[in-house]
């Protein structure tokens, strides 16, 4: 088998391995699956990665649940590191067996909300089932989206932003042509950057995440009321839910309708939303399709700058900002200034926002 693992930034590279996987039944309710790289059978140029055996051990237990134990045991070359994301990476956190286990209860959590048969909103109203299925397949859809867009893999080539523009550290590229019915076609955007903020990552998250400080920082929100119309828990933690944000101008007027997907658990949390036709989400809602839904993410994924019990104080969080926009009139050998000029200023006033309501203390 090969595989790319990925953390949610350009800035950290993709880990490439080519691996051979075997399973095996142990006894009555145990499992076993080890990976273990072969390079060193079968050469392969550029090593930077060796996945030495590792993998999981799943035992059954009552109440037809699971235990799985998992061990990463690797062999990486860490030269080519951004200094932000060096310590969190080197420590071997960032692509920890905690995060395989992280991932498979966010997976767990996820099919258990969408095989339920009701789910309360904000307002105590019922969303139907199948409306419900509907949008949890739409943000799953636009979280995935969202994760492939900004992650550092072999087919996602990323440029910096000239030296002459204010923000810093600012990968770039274009994505897929957007193709919507009645509009011309034009080329996706993607620009992120990361900061170091220190503030705990829970803090971060929920500023982030709610609607009550949503317009602190979202330029298109600004001086707007925000509300959150429903929501889908997604686990016991209250922040781990699918929302869809109404952002009016005036109490008649509704200017942007968010969904937005939030989560969190002690390896990282991510803030995703793409803005919505109000007639898209009323199909959704209904049990529409949501592969016929052109949607455009931007967010957040939130680390923590160290890993737990490294180094003395408390923690602060890595920031990555990802967004995306339509340009009609740029293409990939060509990207007008204009284009480049909204990038910084996006960027630029975005992590000002959030930086001010974190170190002045506005929440």
């Known amino acids: 088998m090969s595989a790319e693992f990925h953390q949610c930034t350009p800035l950290i590279p993709a880990r490439q391995s080519y691996f051979a996987r075997y399973c095996k039944k142990h006894t009555n309710g145990t499992w076993g699956v080890v990976d273990v790289s072969l390079e060193n059978l079968f050469p392969y140029p550029q090593v930077q990665f060796r996945r030495r055996p590792s993998g999981c051990v799943i035992q059954e237990v009552g109440n037809r649940g699971s235990k799985v134990t998992w061990i990463e045991h690797v062999e990486v070359d860490n030269k080519s590191l951004h200094p932000l994301f060096r310590p969190i990476v ?65 087919e996602n080539v990323w440029s910096g932003l000239p030296q002459n523009f204010a923000a810093q550290d600012v990968r770039l590229r274009y994505g897929n042509i957007l193709k919507v019915p009645g509009k011309p076609s034009g080329n996706i955007v993607i620009f992120t950057t990361s900061i170091q903020i220190p503030v705990p990552m829970e803090v971060l998250f929920d500023f982030l995440r709610h609607e009550r400080t949503r317009n602190r920082w979202d330029l298109l929100s ?76 931007s967010g957040f994924s939130i680390m923590p700058d160290k890993a737990p019990g490294q180094g003395d104080g408390a923690g602060g969080s890595i920031l990555t900002l990802a967004f995306q926009s339509v340009d009609r009139l740029s293409n990939k050998e060509y990207m007008r200034p204009s284009t480049l000029k909204i990038i910084d200023a996006i960027l630029s006033t975005t992590v000002a926002s959030i930086k001010d309501a974190m170190l002045f203390g506005i929440r």
């Open 222 to 297: 600004n001086q707007r009321h925000v509300r959150e119309l429903v929501y889908v828990s997604n686990g016991e933690n209250p922040g781990n839910r699918v929302s869809i944000m109404q952002v009016n101008s005036s109490p008649n007027k509704i200017e942007i309708l968010y969904l937005q997907e939030s989560y969190t658990d002690e390896t990282g949390s991510y803030i995703v939303y793409a803005p919505m036709d109000i007639m898209a989400m009323s199909k959704i809602l209904n049990g529409g399709n949501p592969k016929f839904v052109s949607i455009l993410p």
């Open 90 to 154: 080197s420590s071997g956190f960032a692509f920890s067996a905690k995060r395989w286990i992280a991932t498979i209860n966010r997976h767990c959590q996820w099919l258990t909300t969408s095989m339920a048969r009701t789910a309360p909103t904000t307002d105590g109203v019922l969303i139907p089932q199948e409306g419900r299925g509907s949008l949890l397949k739409l943000a799953e859809k636009m979280t995935k989206n969202f994760f492939n867009n900004i992650n550092s893999c072999s």
